[in-house]
């Protein structure tokens, strides 16, 4: 039996190997710019990202990183920076905290100078932590937990807008828009929250809850489920007991594909449901189906009227547009823009400013953009914080599902709808 | 609400046993953990979601023929990798189907990328209404099928000579060879009967789940905890478990926290394997993995 036993072998290579490879990064692999030959420092301009190609969070992972790479190609056809063309060394957080760090350490010791991720805010924070303690400058392009620039990092920079800004958007939009429309007074409204329970979705509650407490509202109730629950229906039921008006959500496609399925199946009404982050992917979409529409979600801006874009931003806008679409034969994701929109920030705004990759000179640079609301490709301006890194222009809009579309409908000028199905019809009667 | 709490846990039950019983099944008979079991889920979903796009076959419709492919896919395996490394040692195989695992999960994630996917069938909303208790007909749909396969099972396991030469190579292998059994083609059996039974929970699950390649790392903890509790091997026990899991999920995740549930499946898993290794409806002495 020979031949056996060189097969039984033969399998436990396998089997090792491939668990050895599938939690290694992509590196090379996925180089941007066409080029396989490996890089030497000297001829390429080398970016680390860190976003997660693999785990629960890889469609977003995966979305930023065809964007970033699409910038990179931009900035290539016009010469690239500092003379040289530049390439992507991609690393693979795999939707893990840890990992996340490691893979951080592994691009540092490789020679990146930048690094740019996350998507998880889980590993957001302790990847810059790593590249805080080596000097290296970490952009955010995608998490929004407020922890990641309250920690005084000097290196640390994030484009996007946060857990807070999603947060007070939807308690405003609760406030100036849907408490009149129901005809209750606002701190009268019935208010759940709940949200997955790891540092996105808690961030996100807190900010939702802080919010409210600065508008004179507060919640009954705050409920935290794992992002990984095989059922939500015990916490539909308890909703369904409580009776609220409006329930704020922040969580993952998943999760909150889930939770409206069954809130159909055990007839919960609610009078609007108003998501902070998520809602609008449209993988949501595809999932609910008609079931969909009238659900509002707080978040960085997607879909916006580009009227209120610079025209130059416009254009810039239109081409990644066209280009994704017949690159990846998909439309970009608010994930799309927001990689495409930090690799394209720091390849043609921050580098060629800081006219090296030394870190103090890339920070001087960052800190020195100003850049109005309407000059990047999802509306926002930037300015960098000079204390936190955050830039302080970024904003988040509340979107609304109508007829199987996002539609932005608060604040108003960036609205391309008005927000309709408030109340939501209860199930019955859809 | 009592009431509504409890029959949405045993409805939840039925789920769960539906996607833990051919575990229970192979591990009772191999003695093998399958830890890529949530993927052999998360592929027959795939699957659904496929025959959804393609040629808009209701997933219950498309197991008729994707749980006997699973049964073959699963034979292959057995075949390729599960019968060449039980011939090294109990380790050997666990890195096997631990390997198998990360494979199948990057498979997915080169073959279908990472986007999430849904089947958007409408039996996901619908539900039964008795008084003032609801029930969703997924639910009530996914508990008959586990209810039946394992009456079907056990009868199976039980009254056919097929079954009988099955239980007695659990019992004991080399007897069972010595009686003139063929051992190899009982595994062979096994392991796509295993397969093709967590092809029918996919099916099953598939209108209201969402369908990534990372889905099965969610789903297979809970059939690990299951199948320990209701005792290793015992088909029984995996619907007896299931029921018991949803249960406390249900009540748990309701008058506690949704957050708290988590935590109570393991505390049980824990306590089980401390108190009463072999499970509640298991055979003294089926958890010594690999030594028989």
Known sequence: MKKGKVSAVMATILALGLAISGCGTETGQQAAGGSGASAQASDKVMIGTLWPLSGGSANWGNDNLNGAKLAVELVNEKGGVLGKQVELKNADNASDPAKAASEAERLIQDGAKVIVGTVISSGALPASQVAEKNKVVYLEADAVTDDMTNRGFKYTFRLNSTASDNGKAAVEFTKNVLAPKLGIAPADLKIVISHEDSAYGTSVGDAAEKALAENGMSAIARERYSAKATDLSSLVLKLKNANPDILLNVGYTPDQVLFWKQAKQYDLNLKALVGMAGWTLQATGDGLGDLVNGIFDASAPVGINTDGLAPEVKELHDTFVKKYTETYNATPSLSSFEGFGAMYLLLNDIIPKAGSLEPDKLREAALSLDIPEGGTVLGWGVKFNSETGQNDRAFATVMQWQENKVETVFPEKFATKEPSMVPLPTWSSR | ?292
């Open chain 2, 1 to 292: 609400m009592l009431l509504q709490i409890i029959m949405t846990g045993i409805l939840l039950g039925g789920i769960y046993a539906v996607i833990s019983i051919g575990l229970s099944l192979i591990f009772g008979v191999m003695r093998i953990i399958n830890f890529a079991h949530g993927e052999f889920l998360m592929i027959s979903m795939y699957g659904a979601f496929w025959a959804f796009q393609y040629f808009h076959l209701h997933p219950y419709v498309s197991a008729v023929v994707i749980v006997p492919i699973a049964f073959i896919i699963g034979a292959l395996i057995y075949k390729a990798l599960i019968h060449p490394a039980m011939k090294r040692s109990a380790s050997v195989v666990v890195l096997a189907t631990v390997g198998l695992s990360l494979v199948l999960q990057n498979m997915a994630l080169f073959l279908w990328k990472s986007d999430f996917r849904t089947v958007p069938v409408p039996i996901a909303g619908m539900n039964v209404q008795i008084g003032s208790i609801y029930i969703p007909l997924s639910s009530l749909v996914a508990f008959v099928v586990a209810s039946l396969i394992t009456v079907v099972l056990w009868m199976f396991l039980n009254k056919t000579q097929i079954g009988r030469s099955i239980r007695a190579t659990t019992q004991d292998k080399q007897a069972a060879q010595l009686m003139g059994i063929n051992v190899q083609k009982t595994f062979l059996l096994t392991f796509g009967l295993g397969s093709a039974l967590v092809a029918v929970g996919g099916s099953l699950i598939t209108p209201i789940f969402t369908i990534f390649p990372a889905l099965g790392v969610n789903m297979v903890m809970i059939c690990f905890v299951i199948v320990v509790l209701g005792g290793l091997g015992s088909i029984p026990g995996a619907w007896l478990g299931g029921i018991i899991i949803g249960l406390i999920d249900a009540i748990a995740g309701y008058y506690f926290s949704a957050e708290i549930k988590q935590i109570l499946f393991f505390v049980i898993f824990i306590a089980i394997m401390i108190v009463k290794p072999a499970g509640l409806l298991g055979v003294k002495g089926s958890e010594e993995v690999g030594l028989k």
